[in-house]
């Protein structure tokens, strides 16, 4: 009890530290630099079946470009029978980031279907000792992201402060765990896939400090003037979707050093849950096979960005 009121003024002070915070933008992206700032990565990536071409083939097949005044990042949705895997495409920054303000105005993510599996996500040098943050990620008809946190060992967290209807659904961000990291996940349809698309899209928000990482999304029709106008003040926007709140873990020696990252891969994640979606089973025996074999099934799985902006601050809450 007599510790009580001095645990009070320190809660006190640090949102204090957190309302007098300024953000400065540091870099922004979009339909005028976005290939200029991010680079394409080929190649294969987590046991899928999307095979990531170059900066090149991607211009050539129209997997890449801008379109109506947004980046466009598409999926092979015209070839038969691929073998060796789909085309796709995988795009990360050149520079690098710790902690920060990450805003993402987004018009469309690759839509609910079977085989894929997309990602809006940052990612460290020495995985994953300098951390991993999933900002978007989904398999197949999924309605909903899983927001994770992977790390190295050590680090578990809480969900303090995160919307209603988000369960986290482990408190162990370590990537050796039987989960593989600390995942929220939450009821809201238009946050991703299908609905995020119905709503014409919107801005996701990550901010990363030393002491929380938090995520929000809003829709199209209430993105807060103070993001329109470039001077981001989180404090007033209320409740993120989710909030991993440090608890046996030091954030600042976990999650550093991060690059910003879009893909959409096909299958892995999205086939080691084939057998457990019905909408997908029913159509091929393996992810591989139906995404092999049925390229018009891809045509929504593309994502259309306006802007990606990181905003760094001062008087962060250590």
Not at 225 to 247: H, M
Request: charged share 15%; with cysteine.
């Amino acid at each position: 009890m007599v510790r009580f009121p001095i645990l009070v003024s320190v809660a006190t002070l640090a949102l204090s530290k957190i309302a007098s915070a300024k953000y400065t933008l540091a870099n922004s992206y979009d339909a005028t630099n976005f290939f200029d700032g991010f680079e394409f990565r080929n190649g294969t990536g987590s046991g899928g079946f999307a095979q990531y071409v170059d900066a090149a083939t991607a211009e050539a097949k129209s997997l890449a470009g801008i379109r109506d005044g947004k980046v466009y990042l598409g999926v092979d949705n015209v070839t038969e029978n691929t073998t060796g895997g789909r085309e796709s495409v995988r795009v990360i920054t050149k520079n690098v980031w710790t902690n920060g303000l990450y805003i993402a105005d987004i018009a469309h993510m690759p839509g609910n279907a079977c085989g894929v599996w997309p990602a809006y996500w940052t990612s460290g040098p020495d995985w994953p000792n300098s951390g991993e943050i999933d900002i978007i990620e989904g398999v197949n008809f999924q309605k909903t992201p899983i927001i994770t946190l992977h790390s190295g060992k050590n680090c578990t967290v809480t969900n303090t402060g995160s919307a209603a209807g988000s369960v986290l659904v482990d408190p162990d961000c370590d990537s050796s765990t039987s989960s593989g990291g600390c995942s929220q996940t939450s009821t809201n349809t238009q946050v991703y896939g299908d609905g995020f698309n119905a709503i014409n899209g919107g801005v996701y928000v990550m901010q990363w400090t030393t002491s929380y990482i938090s995520v929000w999304l809003f829709p199209r029709d209430s993105i807060p003037a103070d993001i329109t106008a470039g001077a981001p003040e989180p404090p007033t926007w209320g409740t993120p979707l989710t909030r991993f709140v440090a608890s046996g873990c030091d954030f600042a020696s976990h999650f550093k050093s991060n690059d910003i990252i879009f893909n959409t891969n096909l299958c892995g994640w999205a086939g080691s849950a084939w057998s457990s979606t019905p909408e997908c089973s029913a159509k091929a025996a393996t992810c591989k096979e139906y995404v092999a074999q049925n390229p018009s099934a891809f045509s929504e799985a593309y994502w259309l960005i306006n802007s990606v902006k990181v905003y760094e601050w001062s008087n962060a809450v250590e």
